[in-house]
């Protein structure tokens, strides 16, 4: 069985901090690993798709980045607000079209 | 916006009923999937689709069926509930094969007293 961690379960930031979350995983051949954004009693919000073949992607103040032989992925938020407050989850795609996920980090930004 | 659908949105049912949840895309996306989410266990693949007909199990299956006579449309039944199959379910859409991103719809929660 596929393992994704997500270590801390959750982090709570002042306002402005940059912050990194941690998602790790067991088995190095994956396709791709996304990072998802959840908000209470909402679905996942897709924020970053990594293929295998990248090192990292950005989307606005989001930095995600991969590296597959350690097994780990980090997403980097910089300048954090309250609106970033919610629940970042990390998924891995194997073989087979199927994803693993992480029980995610609770963040909440403190204004 | 990925134009998934799912419903009922929210039910409450009783144990031993038959439940049925409904996922459908407006995008003819050729892969579907239904998870469920509890608190400690993250989300869990039920059963995915690759197509009209094709469908296969995840890691938590027992208990539930799936069908998909329509590209547009991936059934999840209960035929029996279970109190322990309280949860929110989601259905999510993969558009390619590999290199594609997976998005989600907003979630069915089912209690089963």
């Known amino acids: 069985k596929q393992e994704v961690t997500q270590i801390p379960a959750a982090l709570s930031v002042p306002e402005g901090e940059n912050l990194v979350l941690n998602c790790s995983f067991t088995?190095?051949?994956?396709?791709?690993l996304q990072w998802f954004r959840q908000d209470p009693g909402k679905g996942l919000t897709s924020l970053l798709l990594i293929q295998s073949s990248q090192r990292e992607q950005t989307s606005g103040r989001l930095n995600a980045s991969l590296d597959k032989s350690s097994g780990r992925s980090t997403l980097y938020i910089a300048a954090s607000q309250p609106g970033d407050s919610a629940t970042y989850l990390c998924?891995?795609?194997?073989?087979?079209?199927?994803?693993?996920f992480g029980t995610g980090t609770s963040l909440t930004v403190i204004p | 916006d990925a134009g998934i659908t799912q419903s009922p949105r929210h039910k409450v049912t009783e144990t031993g009923t038959p439940v049925t949840l409904r996922c459908h895309q407006t995008?003819?996306?050729?892969?579907m999937y239904w998870y469920r989410q509890d608190p400690g266990h993250g989300l869990r693949l039920i059963h995915y689709?690759?197509?009209?007909?094709?469908?296969d199990k995840g890691e938590v299956s027992d208990g539930y069926s799936v069908s998909r006579s329509k590209t547009e449309d991936f059934l999840l039944t209960l035929e029996s509930a279970t109190s322990s199959q309280t949860s929110v379910y989601f259905c999510?859409?993969?558009?390619?094969?590999?290199?594609?991103?997976?998005?989600f719809g907003e979630g069915s929660r089912l209690t089963v007293l």
């Open positions: 689709s690759y197509g009209v007909k094709d469908t």
């Open positions: 998924a891995v795609e194997y073989t087979g079209n199927q994803f693993y």
């Open positions: 999510a859409i993969k558009p390619q094969d590999h290199t594609g991103e997976l998005f």
């Open positions: 088995d190095s051949a994956i396709y791709n």
């Open positions: 995008e003819n996306h050729r892969y």
